[in-house]
């Protein structure tokens, strides 16, 4: 399989045990990856999740798709953004990695996610809204995208009311 042809593309990866990502990829060589995280195996990386090829079942670009990222595609968030919210742990720092990404698509994703959440009908309580109010205050301090800092302001609001 060759997987540097998604690089930088909006894809569906599926691994052997059953397992869908959804989200923007950047490939790392074997050799990129054998150095930074100690695997010679050249894998696909979104944020706070590396998969190595041979852990790859399938890849399905959804960027020419109708219902693509960039025109029609109709989900606010995905399941990478739900399972680094609600980290089994309690620890939102999956969720903060993201919200700390330089591609402002993961960015406005995660916080898609996040205000999903908050609403009380959704059944799930938001664990670590401290670390997740801290990175969302670093979003408005420091982001250049007007839509992130308003999203990342309300937000912090709404975190803050809840207490």
């Not at 045990?17 to 930074?36: Q, R």
């Not at 696909?44 to 029609?72: A, F, H, T």
């Not at 009380?120 to 969302?136: F, M, S, Y």
Request: with cysteine; proline share 6%; charged share 35%.
């Amino acid at each position: 399989m060759d997987i540097l042809q998604y690089d930088n593309k909006h894809v569906r990866i599926t691994i052997f045990d059953g397992s869908v990502y959804e989200g923007i990829v950047t490939h790392n060589s074997a050799s990129y990856d054998g150095h930074e995280f100690g695997r010679e195996e050249e894998g696909l990386q979104m944020p706070s999740l590396l998969i190595y090829k041979d852990d790859i079942q399938s890849v399905e670009s959804l960027e020419d798709r109708e219902d693509g990222p960039w025109g029609k595609f109709t989900g606010p968030f995905g399941r990478l953004e739900e399972e680094s919210l609600f980290d089994p742990d309690g620890d939102p720092v999956l969720a903060c990695e993201i919200l700390d990404c330089e591609d402002p698509e993961h960015v406005i994703r995660m916080m898609r996610c996040i205000g999903y959440y908050l609403d009380p009908d959704k059944g799930r309580t938001i664990p670590g809204k401290e670390k997740i109010i801290d990175q969302l205050k670093v979003l408005v301090k420091y982001s250049d995208d007007p839509e992130i800092v308003d999203f990342a302001a309300k937000l912090i609001s709404t975190l803050e009311k809840e207490g």
